[in-house]
């Protein structure tokens, strides 16, 4: 081997850089299931930041759904989707989804992820036009640069500023998309869908919106941002995750008949990457049985992120400005963030700093994510933990 020949060498200062700039990030392990308590590190902590909103990635009704399908069809889909990896149970899952969100047809994908990078690229090509608000999920981003249409972002949830931008840019190009995130997963804030709604249709716009964090969270019995603001039929498409409230992994975009039939003939990674597999998709049809008979989850998670944060204001550490359960506490720089995050796991609570690039520089933080399987005992701890710490490091008086 030829020694001097060190291509990747570049990669150590890259990490070295992060390091000192409070930015690198460490990868906990978790040694038990997701719920309201972990083991990570031989410890049990209290878990803080998954996304599992309703407790349901370790619910036994998921975990026995898994189990009788696995016995049924074995474990993997063996193909991509349009080959010979389609079986009934991803259809039933679809069929229900779309029942569920009150749309004529959903398709699923392997993730969010997949689904925003699967979608945007068939909707707008090369003659079109992105109007994609400037805080949209990497996924969203990704998923424009893929499809090769121009792309211009507009300040966040800003309708006037898009609308202006609409009229500048909107007679050059073919196709037009308005694309935002549901619930912006940083801050908790929902964007203006209704509003949105009307300038898209006003310029003649295709409307999208990322549901990931509204999905089991907003609307009646999480039903999502299209149901909190009833604009059933008025909103284009809309992408979801099955792995945030839902508890397992997948995505799903709904929407006309026409939309799902087109995905299935352009969506590239339904076209070009294995779907779903059988426990992933068994459990999700029984996460839907569990929203359709009941909103006593949906009604916890809410209860339970009501009381913490109006704990945390009581207690003076700005929680931003979420409408949703999520809970930013702001810390500003990334290193405070990142010592904040090591003191409250000492005190066995488990609540990663999240810092640039995932949001803006100086506006590092931790962000508390409440959910349905957190009892008022384990908020109770948490507070206790936040609050010591934040005194300790000169965060709250
Ligand atoms: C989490 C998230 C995704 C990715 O979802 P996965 O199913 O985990 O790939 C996409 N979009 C938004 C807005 C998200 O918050």
């Known amino acids: 081997m030829n020694t001097q020949h060190d291509p990747l060498a570049w990669i150590d200062d ?26 990570i590190d031989g410890r049990r902590v209290l878990n803080l930041c998954s996304n599992n909103y309703l407790g349901l990635a370790n619910h036994p009704r998921l975990v026995q759904a898994a189990k009788e399908a696995m016995d049924k069809y074995g474990v993997g889909p063996a193909a991509v989707r349009t080959i010979a990896g389609t079986m009934s149970l991803h259809v039933e899952l679809e069929r229900r989804l779309a029942a569920f969100k009150g749309v004529e047809a959903a398709i699923t994908f392997q993730s969010g992820f997949t689904a925003n990078l699967g979608t ?49 840019h909107r007679g050059n190009y073919r196709r037009a998309l308005v694309v935002t995130d549901g619930v912006f997963s940083m801050d908790g804030d929902i964007a203006p869908l209704p509003q949105l709604a009307e300038v898209a249709k006003r310029h003649n716009c295709i409307l999208m ?39 397992v992994v997948g995505g799903v975009v709904a929407g006309s008949k026409r939309l799902v039939e087109w995905l299935r003939q352009r969506g590239r990674p339904f076209l070009f990457s294995s779907a779903m597999t059988v426990p992933d998709v068994a459990a999700c049809l029984a996460a839907l049985d569990l929203l359709e008979e009941s909103t006593e989850l949906v009604d916890r ?8 944060k109006a704990e945390m204001q009581a207690l003076g550490f ?4 979420s409408e949703t ?70 965060v709250i008086g």
């Open 14 to 39: 890259e990490i070295a850089a992060l390091k000192e700039a409070g930015l690198y990030t460490h990868i906990r392990v978790i040694d038990s299931p997701q719920g309201a308590w972990l083991t």
């Open 120 to 168: 945007i690229p068939a909707i707008v090509g090369r003659e079109d036009v992105i109007f994609s608000d400037q805080l949209n999920h990497a996924s969203i981003i990704d998923g424009c640069r893929l499809s090769r249409a121009k792309i211009i972002a507009y300040p966040h949830n800003d309708v006037d500023a898009l609308e202006d931008l609409i009229k500048e």
């Open 209 to 247: 919106v990322d549901d990931a964090h509204g999905e089991g969270v907003l609307g009646r019995g999480g039903r999502g941002i299209v149901d909190h603001f009833g604009l059933h039929g008025i909103v284009d498409i809309e992408v979801g995750t099955l792995s945030k409230a839902f508890g």
């Open 301 to 308: 998670l809410w209860e339970n992120a009501r009381y913490f």
């Open 318 to 321: 700005d929680t931003g400005q």
């Open 325 to 394: 359960p999520i809970t930013p506490v702001m810390l500003g720089e990334a290193p405070l963030a990142q010592t904040f995050s090591r003191r409250l796991f000492e005190e066995g609570v488990f609540a990663t700093a999240i810092g640039y690039p995932t949001v803006p520089r100086g506006a590092a933080r931790i962000r508390v994510m409440p959910s349905a399987a957190h009892t008022k005992e384990d908020l109770d701890f948490a507070l206790q933990a936040f609050a010591k710490v934040g005194r300790e490091l000169g």
